[in-house]
């Protein structure tokens, strides 16, 4: 006897805030998320890629929102956390999936292209985190955040270069991801990577 997996998942009535929200990975986590009956809120910088990933949410029944804003400025993803509090009055679940990558030589690698990465890979992570936990998920005891550490980066650009700063945010997100879990875990919420 098999179990349906929307029994098994069964979301109905929770919120989902996902970075990163309008193609790819993130587009595809919002799809499930929402079919699993959750709220979605989608985010990114680009608005007509948000108003269309929105709009296939939408026609596939899920109740999607979007809001622009650069994950990588702490203005915006402040900006960002309010506003999808005030559409949805919580966030139960957060989605870290925003990221970037930059290929070239440790010995070359432009600072600006570092401090690009680090930003958008473990800043905004912990901006984000920081934000939804103390307004939505420790107020209400209770929330899950999953920290998207995708190893696409690990294996290089064409010309086969390691992208350090893409491998270096992403070992700080699973040791950014394991310290938040081991301190809001008393507080109801769970913090996977």
């Known amino acids: 006897m098999s179990t349906h ?44 890629d948000l ?3 929105a709009a296939v949410l939408t ?4 109740d999607a929102q979007w809001i622009a804003g650069d994950a990588a400025r702490p203005d915006q993803v402040e900006y960002v956390c309010t506003e999808a509090l005030n559409r949805l009055k919580q966030i139960d679940i957060l989605v870290n999936n925003a990221g970037a990558s930059w290929g070239a030589p440790a010995e070359s690698h432009p600072i600006e292209a570092w401090d690009k990465v680090m930003n958008l890979n473990i800043r905004s992570v912990f901006l984000f985190s920081q934000a939804i936990g103390r307004a939505s998920m ?15 980066g690990l294996a290089g650009n064409r010309s086969g270069i390691e992208t350090v700063a893409y491998n270096t945010s992403k070992g700080a997100l699973v040791n950014f991801t394991r310290a938040l879990a081991a301190e809001w875990g008393e507080h109801g919420i769970t913090v996977n990577a």
């Open 5 to 48: 997996v929307m029994e098994l998942l069964n979301l109905s009535g929770k919120t989902a805030l996902i970075t990163g929200g309008s193609r790819g990975l993130g587009l595809q986590l919002a799809e499930s998320l929402g079919e699993a009956g959750a709220r979605i809120v989608i985010t990114s910088r680009k608005a007509p």
């Open 51 to 53: 108003e269309a990933a």
């Open 59 to 62: 026609s596939r029944g899920i």
């Open 138 to 152: 420790i107020p209400n005891k209770h929330g899950r955040i999953i920290n998207v550490a995708s190893i696409a």
